[in-house]
DNA sequence: CACCTATATGAAACCGATTGCATCCGTATT
DNA sequence: AATACGGATGCAATCGGTTTCATATAGGTG
């Protein structure tokens, strides 16, 4: 069998726990005991077994991710190994590991919340996403289980998040084309059941509504998080209105958008401007490079990651949540009438 | 307290054995026990606790990933993230989960490795790609840990493996060329300290001598694998040759490399036509759309993780290797002479 | 009717650590 | 000299399961 404490603490002639205070570190442990204990770990090869150590002292060093719809369909977003990203900065840096559910849908998603919280893996959970209809938050909340969430839940109360400020963010990208002389704006976003949708839809209405413009129905549109969802959401616009410009809360969609835009016989941007958000690697090299809200999405993998261990390892928090700013791309999509 | 199995067991009058066995559904206990145990479980809301599980009975039903180079590059490539969606539905499938260690150089990967082995993390480790110099391949081998690596090691003795025909890849990219008519072709890879990045060099070289062309060393390159290091690797072989076509074993690469040819005054594709390796989504869109090698990737991931989880439960496996098949999508980046 | 054999369940050891409490010893205090 | 105290370490319970081996009961056999 393995090496362990047992084996440590004969060969060093001590108790297995003075070997565990060893490997802990402790004070009270003489200096000469210690020196023995690590020339006995050392000859023997000695590794501490991560999981009976966790069953003992019920910390695991570890936090979930969840990633919302399929784990592969996240995947394919650039935006979500773009927040691993930086959550595994800050990970790696304060001495965590990351698990990863693999879910396939919603039922999944929650059953691998479940494995996770009441099987005791991890210490900690970071929800990539809030849906409207998510009972993962509160579920979370009632277990008294620290998470944090990326992007702000429709009922905050109670929960830790991070998040752009998505009615600003949209405002600014509607304010933009309006600037530029646009007065018939399209809307398209992904689905409802997500909170950014719903933000962004109103910031999109409020920069309408400022600019004295009134806000029509037949302007927007929602759809599937993808290309395809894009391109169906710009075709069905197309099809019963005359837009100069459009928001498209998804730069995976707006490639979309271009496509369908261009299908139906318009020149991008000469007869549309369009305005995409995420800023995602494609998007300065598509054609045409595409003018997006940059969200800062490694900074919110950064940050969630930052405010969840803070939590765990009970420090001050300032605030409950945490907004990252967005900033406005300018590139080739847009021209002035 | 939580609710533990002994409590179960309180509950529905057996003891805690027998909750253990109805847990995994063994025969040996009658229908009625069973139904009067599920019923326990059910009225106190048990779920078992995977930790203590885990060190029962050593399996934890969890695949550990590593990633070369730090974490936060690996995910900042778009090859990881759709390896990591193959694996993702693999592992979903087989009701597996994933832990990343997260790792910031060679040193660091080194020790999450063993944290994830020896601290009994993990049932099985894949590696998402193999180094010449790499320790990792000869220890796991020795520590006889189950594990799959995404790409052939130099020494595949006792090693299962997934990747490409990557000699064969690469005499399929520079034919390509030669057939097209150029005879100078130049060859940048990533470090040769990957074992991927020998076998492309083999292949070229290859490619050259069946073609009847000499090798000339100032065609040759290596740099990071980065849009920054093809840039590098580009300007450095303009400064001292003239090809009229490039083969470059990263897509990511090959952006850098036209980036830099331009810088020099060339068009691409007219003056010099470039093959990239990976087929990465930006790689449709970018000016010009590039031609490149598909190797797969989603398949890749498919393939690794499928060949260890049948590792992992001894089944019958045909070959220690599999080859995931490439192909070369001609896009516009390439022109005849 | 004594003996054997399944079948169903329980008792207890074990997995490899952590930790509260007890103990031992040497020195300072009164 | 008796008491107190603090430093260093050990004992044993505990975390929440799994698994081996033993036992009890019922039914079958000669």
């Not at 442990?29 to 501490?48: C, D, F, H, N, Q």
Request: proline share 4%; hydrophobic share 40%; charged share 30%.
């Amino acid at each position: 069998m393995n090496v362990t404490i047992k084996d440590v603490a004969k060969r060093a002639n001590v108790a297995p726990s003075t070997v565990s205070r060893v490997i802990a570190d402790s004070p009270r442990i003489s200096k000469e005991t210690k020196e023995r204990v690590w020339k006995a770990m050392e000859e023997l090869g000695y590794y501490p077994n991560a999981i009976a150590r966790s069953l003992a002292s019920k910390v695991t060093n570890t936090l979930g991710l969840i990633m919302p719809r399929s784990t592969e369909e996240a995947f394919s977003n650039p935006f979500f190994p773009e927040v691993m990203r930086g959550i595994s900065v800050v990970a790696h840096r304060e001495k965590y590991d990351l698990l990863l559910s693999t879910s396939g849908n919603k039922e999944e998603e929650k059953e691998a919340v479940i494995r996770m919280v009441k099987g005791k893996r991890v210490d900690g959970i970071i929800l990539l996403s809030s849906r409207t209809t998510d009972e993962l938050i509160p579920w979370l909340r009632d277990e008294k289980f620290p998470f944090v969430v990326i992007g702000k839940p429709l009922d905050a109360r109670g929960v830790y998040w991070v998040d752009n400020d998505n009615i600003g963010a949209s405002k600014l990208a509607t304010n933009y084309l309006i600037k530029h002389g646009h007065r018939e704006i399209a809307f398209i976003s992904g689905s409802l059941e997500y909170v950014v949708s719903l933000d962004r839809l109103d910031g999109y209405k409020l920069a309408l509504e400022e600019n004295g413009l009134t806000f029509k129905r037949e302007l927007v549109e929602q759809e599937e998080f993808s290309e395809d969802g894009g391109y169906r959401a710009m075709m069905k616009i197309l099809e019963r209105a005359k837009p100069t410009g459009v928001v498209v809360t998804d730069d995976v969609m707006a490639f979309g958008v271009i496509r369908a835009a261009i299908d139906k016989g318009f020149r991008v941007p000469e007869d549309i401007s369009i305005v995409g958000f995420n800023n995602i690697p494609l998007s300065a090299f598509a054609n045409p490079p595409l003018t997006t809200i940059d969200i800062s999405t490694f900074e919110l993998g950064i940050k969630s990651a930052e405010l969840l261990i803070a939590r765990l390892k009970q420090k001050e928090i300032e605030s409950d949540h945490i907004i990252v700013p967005v900033k406005l791309i300018e590139r080739k999509s847009c021209v002035s009438r």
